[in-house]
């Protein structure tokens, strides 16, 4: 039984090492042409962990993201209301917005819209113009919008009686298209967008309950 163990080669090679080291040329053959496998494996074994490595890389570094676009504040100015002879405001609102870019990579965007929606009719908007994010980079826009109810379409609404009451709810969209360029020769287009609700009060010229979806 012992005798065949010994003879089981590929069970027990350590042991075909130990006795062949000067008795047997062939022996000698057969432990280069291993260890030339064993090398290959291992140069295998190599290249594998590096595809790893690569595809950890790329699924952290490049997978692209939508860059994070947040409306922080939004403040008044040249706020006018009345309400005889028929219920009129108009005000500049300036909107704080930023926009994150997570990736590693600048971000390039287009022309944006940004829009002040009262009763689902836009009163006011302003088109920026180019501009980009750095790499992993935050970018404050200041986008100042003017208000006016005099673009309310004719006929019935409740500016009447939301200015009686002192308040207005008004919402503000905007929408980020650009070029992200990861490496030089990747690119991807993104589009971040903002839409918020928030609450004007007349008496005081302030914005409160701003709320982003
Ligand atoms: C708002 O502006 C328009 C013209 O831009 C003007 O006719 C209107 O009287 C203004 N409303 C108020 C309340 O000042
Ligand atoms: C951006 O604005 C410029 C000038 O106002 C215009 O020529 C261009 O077509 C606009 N681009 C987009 C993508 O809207
Ligand atoms: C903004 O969000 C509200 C609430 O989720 C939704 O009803 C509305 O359609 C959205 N508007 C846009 C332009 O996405």
């Known amino acids: 039984m012992a005798d065949q163990e010994n003879h089981s080669w590929p069970m027990a090679p350590a042991l075909i090492y130990q006795k062949s080291d000067e008795e047997n040329p062939t022996f000698k053959a057969i432990r280069k042409e291993r260890t030339n496998n064993k090398c290959f494996v291992f140069i295998f074994a190599g290249i594998v962990i590096h595809c790893i490595f690569i595809l950890v890389f790329a699924l952290i570094v490049l997978r692209p993201k939508s860059p994070d676009v947040k409306l922080r504040s939004v403040t008044v100015k040249g706020l006018r209301y009345a309400t005889s002879p028929w219920p009129s405001f108009n005000a500049t609102l300036t909107a704080e917005i930023t926009i994150k870019n997570p990736n590693f990579g600048s971000f390039r965007f287009e022309n944006t819209t940004a829009s002040l929606v009262y009763e689902g009719v836009k009163i006011g ?28 379409p004719e006929g019935p609404n409740n500016l009447g009686n939301d200015l009686n009451s002192g308040t207005l709810k008004l919402s503000g969209q905007a929408k980020f ?3 992200l360029h990861l490496v030089k020769i990747l690119r991807c287009k993104k589009t971040s967008e903002l839409n918020c609700t928030f609450t004007l009060y007349l008496t005081s010229r302030t914005i409160k309950d701003l709320l982003c979806y």
């Open 177 to 179: 298209s650009g070029t």
């Open 125 to 152: 908007g302003k088109r920026t113009s180019k501009s980009g994010v750095n790499a992993r980079g935050t970018k404050v826009m200041n986008v100042g919008i003017d208000v006016r109810s005099s673009r309310l």
